[in-house]
C-alpha cells in the first residue's frame, strides 16, 4: 500500500529561484510557495519599477509597460492553475482584458477627460458608466477572482493532464 507524503515548503530564495529559471515555461505545474513567494518579489518589483516610470513619464505609458511585465507573472500563475487541474485560460483571459481596456480607455478620450486639472465629474463617471469599459472591467475582475482562488486552492496530489504534483509523493 503506498502513503502520500508531502515535500517541504519552498522557501523565498528558493522559490523565487525556481520561478525565475521557469518564466518562459507554461507547462507543468507549481506550488503554491513557489507561486506566492515569487508573485510577492515580482509585486515589489513592479511597485519599484512602476514608482521610477512615474518621476520619467505619465502615469497612462508607466501602467501599459507594467501591464506588459506582468507578462514574466502569467507563467507561474498559469502553472500554479495547471497545480489544480485548472485552465490557463482565466488568467489569460484577465490579463488580455486589462490590457484592452487600458488601451481602450486611453484611445477613447476618458483617460485624459478623467486625468486633466480641472476633470469635469461627469468624465470621471463616464469611465464606470461607458459599457464598453463597464464589460471590459467586469471580464477582468472575474476572471482575477476566479484566478485568485484557484491559487490559494491546495494542488491535486494525484498527476494530472499537466504532470506529476510538485508537492506529493507517493511512496510504497
Same mark, same amino acid.
Given at each position: ?58 502615469? =497612462? ?39 484592452? &481596456?487600458?488601451? =481602450? ?5 476618458? =483617460? ?15 469611465? &464606470? ?40 509523493? =507517493?511512496?510504497?
Amino acid at each position: 500500500m503506498s502513503t502520500l507524503t508531502s515535500k517541504p515548503s519552498l522557501g523565498l530564495t528558493e522559490a523565487i529561484r525556481l520561478a525565475c529559471r521557469r518564466l518562459t515555461d507554461f507547462k507543468g505545474r507549481s506550488r503554491r510557495s513557489e507561486f506566492w513567494w515569487f508573485m510577492l518579489a515580482f509585486q515589489i518589483c513592479i511597485m519599484i519599477i512602476q514608482f521610477i516610470l512615474s518621476l520619467f513619464m505619465q502615469a =497612462y505609458p508607466s501602467e501599459i509597460i507594467t501591464e506588459l511585465l506582468s507578462f514574466f507573472a502569467l507563467s507561474a500563475t498559469i502553472r500554479r492553475l495547471h497545480d489544480g487541474g485548472h485552465s490557463q485560460w482565466w488568467v489569460i483571459v484577465s490579463w488580455i482584458s486589462s490590457i484592452v &481596456f487600458l488601451i =481602450y480607455i486611453y484611445l477613447s478620450g476618458i =483617460y485624459e477627460a478623467t486625468m486633466s486639472i480641472n476633470a469635469n465629474p461627469s468624465d470621471q463617471i463616464k469611465m &464606470f458608466t461607458d459599457p464598453i469599459s463597464v464589460t471590459l472591467i467586469a471580464i477582468s475582475v472575474i476572471s482575477s477572482i476566479i484566478t485568485i482562488i484557484f491559487c490559494i486552492m491546495d494542488g491535486k496530489p494525484e498527476p494530472n493532464k499537466y504532470g506529476e504534483s510538485p508537492k506529493y509523493e =507517493y511512496n510504497n
